[in-house]
């Protein structure tokens, strides 16, 4: 992630004398390949900064804001104030950092939003069960709109990006969403860049902040784990399964002390055979919740297929569930986390 600083210049007095003397200096640091623009004047503070990080944010308010977002170059004026969020994950960061009154519209839940943020997701118009059309989002008015998936973004859903640009209207697409094998920092990243965008910058630090803690909390009760668990992710498909390959539930896999059995895979998610899974004898089986097969159908596809009976997995009935909301690039990474951990080794917890 590139996490970046601006500290305003201070005004001293000599005499009758006025010397403003502004400085600016920026820090970055990325393991990612998340692009971030440091704006002309912006500020990024930690949380708990008191008057002078409500003075920086102030003054960053009145400056533009330039962020790289997938090969684009977008510059914010000053912050939306109608934003679409088109993703549950992108709608959760957004409410995460008290955004709610600057939005006019959300869409595309996979499930449940998180219940403390019930009463926020509450006042916001929902535009649609899925993608809205381009005729449904411009009705809003949106001047932002935030979409976790490249799907968002074509002439079948709310139109491209250069379409909506080309009214007005700023497009972000989720860059950890997008990219291959993303990590937490890549997460981070599309949290600091939509902070900056709304000049809530010492916001996004805090949730940052929090969400590392938990994170290291987690993973205290695995760091002496001495072979990582060899873990299949079942997504969908019964002829052929669909699974993750080189993306981020793999980098959450590997916190939790597990080794996803198809990482070597060059994609995000791919489909393979069933005598591909048997013959890379996965000890533990994560389905992701979501689709129209409900847990169980999937839970019954897998324990009563016959050729998976001699798998270590399904012999012991190691199966555990993740929602595919705690499966994106979001806030939820800690609570995917732990998930993983605790169907990996319950013993230590």
């Not at 916001?124 to 809003?140: C, H, R």
């Not at 969908?236 to 080794?259: F, H, Q, V, W």
């Not at 048997?278 to 596809?301: F, M, W």
Request: proline letters at 5%.
């Amino acid at each position: 992630m590139r996490a970046f600083n601006k500290r305003l210049g201070f005004l001293f007095f000599a005499g009758v004398a006025v010397v403003l003397a502004l400085s600016g200096c920026g820090g970055a640091e990325s393991n990612s390949a998340a692009n971030t623009v440091a704006p002309t004047n912006g500020s990024t503070q930690s949380a708990g900064g008191g008057e002078s990080a409500n003075a920086a944010n102030s003054t960053s308010s009145l400056s533009p804001v330039t962020i790289e977002n997938n090969g684009r170059t977008l510059t914010f004026a000053e912050a939306p104030r109608r934003a679409v969020s088109l993703s549950q994950h992108t709608t959760e960061i957004m409410l995460a950092l008290g955004l709610e009154d600057k939005m006019v519209g959300t869409a595309y839940l996979d499930d449940q939003i998180l219940p403390e943020l019930q009463e926020a997701y509450a006042k916001i118009p929902v535009l649609s069960k899925q993608y809205p059309s381009k005729e449904v989002l411009l009705a809003a008015e949106p001047d932002f709109v935030y979409a976790g998936w490249k799907s968002a973004f074509t002439d079948k859903a709310v139109g491209t990006v250069e379409d909506l640009e080309k009214m007005g209207v700023h497009a972000y697409l989720q860059q950890s969403s997008n990219m291959t094998a993303p990590g937490l920092e890549d997460v981070y990243a599309d949290i600091q860049n939509i902070g900056r965008i709304f000049r809530v910058e010492p916001k996004a630090n805090e949730l940052i902040e929090k969400m590392k803690t938990e994170i290291r909390q987690i993973s205290d009760h695995i760091k002496d784990v001495a072979r990582p668990i060899p873990v299949f992710v079942y997504d969908s498909g019964e002829d052929k399964p669909y699974t993750a390959a080189n993306n981020y539930m793999t980098r959450l896999i590997a916190l939790a002390g597990g080794k996803n059995i198809f990482d070597d895979v060059p994609k995000g998610w791919t489909s393979v055979s069933w005598e591909e899974v048997v013959a890379r004898k996965p000890e533990v089986i994560v389905i992701v919740d979501y689709g129209d097969k409900t847990v169980e159908q999937k839970r019954n596809l897998l324990l009563t297929k016959n050729e998976l009976a001699d798998l270590p997995a399904i012999k012991n009935k190691r199966i555990v569930v993740l929602p595919l909301s705690a499966a994106a690039e979001g806030i939820r990474a800690p609570f995917a986390l732990k998930t993983l951990a605790e169907g990996l080794y319950p013993e230590k917890f």
